[in-house]
Structures are given as C-alpha cells and as structure tokens.
C-alpha cells in the first residue's frame, strides 16, 4: 500500500530537528525506501546549509568616504550655527548615515568598562591643560565640560590609547579615546553615531589617530554635537576655532543621569 | 553593564547576529550598523538574560527591534508588510532536481521577501529553534513551521528558476546525516 506523502511542513520540521523522536524515526525509514523522499530531504539540508553560509565571514573594509557628505559649511553667526548644528545632529542620529564597521565586542566592552570605572570614581579637580591637547580641552570647555581624568590603556592586542575624562554639571561625563591610526585595521574618516542615550558611542579617525567617543545619559543632540566639532577640530585647523566654539556653546544640555 | 560571561557570549554571537542583520538589511554596511547598536544596547541594558540561549534570543530580538524601528523611521513600514510574501505563497513539496550550490542560494535568499528571510535567518543562520524564533517573532510555532516551509520553498522556487541544473548523480539521494 503506497503511503500518504509527508506533507512539506513537517519534512521542513524533521530537517530541522523539530519532529519528535518517533515520527523523526517513521520519516527516515521511509527516506531509507523511497530514493525521491531522500533527495528532497538532501535539498532541504542543503539548502538549510546554504543559507547558514550566507552571511560574510567578515566585515568588508570601509572604503574611504568625502568628510564633506553629510556636513554643511560652517555657519558665520552663532544661532543660525546652533540650528544647523542640532537639526544635522538629530537627522544624523536617526539616519545612522556614516557607519563604522562593528567595533569588536572585546575592546569596545573594554573602553565601555573603562568609561564606566572612571565614571564610577570620586570626581577629581581639572588637569593642568598641558597635560592633554589645550585646543580640545578648550573646545570640550566650551561645552561646559573640564577635563579631570588622564591615563593610558594597553589592548589585549598591544594597541595603547590614551583616555581623557571630561567632566560637566550633574556629573556630565564623556570619554574620548585616541588610538594611533594603523592600529585600528580600518579607515573612518566620517563620524559614526551608535547606542541609545544610556549609552552612545561616536567614533572617527584622524590623520594618525582614531577617536571614539563614550558617554552615558547624554543628550543625544549634544553627544552628536561634541562629535562633529571634535571630529572637525581633529581633521583642518585654519587658525579659528570660533564657529566651533559657538557651536559647542550652544548645544549645551543638562545630562539626564 | 555585561559581567565577563555575557561578554564572552556577545563575542561568541557576533558572527551570527551579523549574518541575521546582513539577511534583514541585505547590505553590509547596514548590518554593521545594526550590530554595532544591538552590542551597544547589550552594554547598556540594566538586565540581561542569564542563561546563554536566552541571552542570544534577546539579542536577536533586540536586533530585529532596531531594524523595524529603522524601516519605520524611513517610511519604509507600510513596505514591510506588503512585501510579507506570507499570504500568497503555497507550501509546496521541494524539487528534487535543483542543483544547490552557495552562491546560487545567497542570490536566491536576499531576493526572498522580508519575512521568509527574517525566519529562515533566525532558524538557518542564528540556530534557534521554531520555539525560540516563535518568541523572537511574537508569532505561534505554527506559524513559524508554515513560515520556514513556504520559505525554503519560495527559495528552490528561485534556484530552480534561475536555471540551476540538475543535481549530478553522484550527489542524487546522498544525506549530510
């Protein structure tokens, strides 16, 4: 007596391992006497095979990108700066247009715990500005933020960075990390956006240097803000920081921590 | 924030997350931005799954969640559903005679609709089982099992369409058991 065709459900459930041992075991007996059973069964396992191959072992490289995409000239007077400034922060963030490749899980966590062990130390007072560059504590001081922490960290890979703390009203903390260029692997000129505002990530590179920027309960217009001046500030000098300091000035937030 | 256990499991599942976003978004670059925010989410989240299966659901979940809010926030919603492909397509026996090789497939599967490649990715790629992605889709199981049988068949469907050959007879009832 011919029997009943197993219906494509569960020949996709007994692929799968989904059926229960018994009726498993009714459907491989009947694979064992019927040829065109078991070339469907080998199709379906390969195709199951076929897509858990499909995703990328790796992430591609990003390819080199005009800095000059997403970020409009600057703006002569400070309010029309401030309002360019917080419509192209709060688009960017939503838009998530300039993507970094994913950070690896072990040294982002890594700066995260760093972020959050320097977070969870007593205040100190500000550091004597010779100590990191006087032009970004003065810009990072334009936002209401002073620099308070300074040490180096060493990557499980060998790759040291230099972390500075800055300091704000209501325990405002940000996180800037600064690595040598070629020990990142890949190339991010454009500013990269990430997390939720309990915590946010912003990251960038420089002629020899990568940035990445931590902080927790910020204002997200704000975070965006400090990134894309900072990011600004580490790639051109022409002598005038003035249009960068109005725009820090006016992206001032209370942080929501 | 993640004790070094729940790190050790984000590390473990970050290939996987990353193929489940790369079939989601179907660009590269896009999936890296969604792994990076889900990790990110999974750094900031106060509670995280304990247990190592929960933990990867919960990312995947999280994952998925990101991606709508994406497609939302690009007016692309009302796409989502319209091009679900849940309704129209009939489950149907496999052909036997459809050659199945990588590449083939990998075209065959980013041209699946948005729904049969969110659950042939958690099943296929991500390694949940119809119980798990039945929570990660907020659907019954039932509908997953009719989901991941209408998927696989609407890929053959395009492998077989895409004039694939035959299966050589070397291969012809061989078992991957």
Not at chain 2, 66 to 90: F, K, N, Q, V
Not at chain 2, 115 to 133: K, M, N, P, Q, W
């Amino acid at each position: 007596m011919t029997e009943p065709p197993i219906g494509p459900e569960t020949l996709n459930a007994y692929v799968d391992r989904e059926l229960p041992p018994a009726a498993a075991a009714r459907i491989a007996r009947r694979a064992a006497r019927e040829p065109g059973l078991a070339a469907q069964i080998a199709t379906l396992q390969e195709l199951r095979a076929g897509v858990a191959a499909i995703a990328p072992e790796t992430v591609p490289l990003r390819p080199e990108r005009s800095p000059g995409r997403l970020w409009g000239a600057r703006a002569g007077l400070a309010a029309a700066l401030a309002a360019l400034t917080i419509t192209l922060a709060a688009g960017l963030w939503q838009a998530g247009p300039e993507r970094a490749a994913p950070a690896d899980t072990a040294p982002l966590a890594r700066l995260v715990a760093e972020y959050d062990a320097w977070h969870d130390t007593r205040p100190a007072r500000a550091l004597p500005r010779d100590i990191a560059s006087p032009r970004m504590t003065a810009l990072m001081e334009a936002t209401g933020l002073a620099l308070v922490h300074e040490d180096r960290i060493a990557l499980a890979d060998g790759t040291e960075l230099r972390h500075s703390g800055f300091l704000g009203e209501r325990d405002c903390r940000i996180s800037l990390f600064e690595m040598p260029r070629t020990a990142s692997g890949f190339d991010q000129p454009a500013l990269a956006l990430h997390g939720p505002a309990s915590l946010m990530q912003a990251s960038w590179t420089s002629a020899r240097t990568r940035h990445i920027l931590i902080a927790r309960d910020m204002d997200k217009v704000r975070f965006a803000t400090i990134a894309d001046t900072l990011r600004e500030a580490t790639r051109s000098f022409d002598g005038d920081d003035a249009a960068l300091i109005a725009r820090l000035d006016a992206a001032r937030q209370r942080c929501v921590g | 924030m993640l004790d070094s256990v729940q790190r050790d499991f984000l590390q473990e599942s970050r290939s996987r997350l990353f193929g489940y976003a790369y079939a989601l978004t179907r660009d590269s670059d896009d999936a890296a931005d969604l792994c990076q925010d889900c990790m990110l989410r999974a750094m900031a989240a106060p509670r995280l799954p304990a247990e190592e299966r929960a933990f990867r659901a919960w990312l995947f979940r999280t994952l998925r969640n990101l991606w709508i809010d994406r497609m939302r926030a690009l007016r692309r919603h009302r796409a989502l559903h319209e091009d679900d492909g849940t309704a129209t397509e009939i489950a149907a026996p496999i052909p036997e005679d459809i050659l199945v090789n990588q590449l083939a497939v990998r075209q065959a599967f980013l041209q699946l609709s948005k729904a049969h490649r969110d659950v042939l990715a958690l099943v296929d790629i991500g390694g949940f089982s119809y119980d798990e992605t039945s929570t990660i889709l907020d659907v019954p199981r039932g509908t997953v099992m009719s989901r991941v049988s209408r998927a696989r068949f609407a890929l053959s469907k395009r492998l077989a369409d895409s004039g694939v050959t035959p299966l050589d007879t070397r291969r012809r009832g061989a078992s991957d058991d």
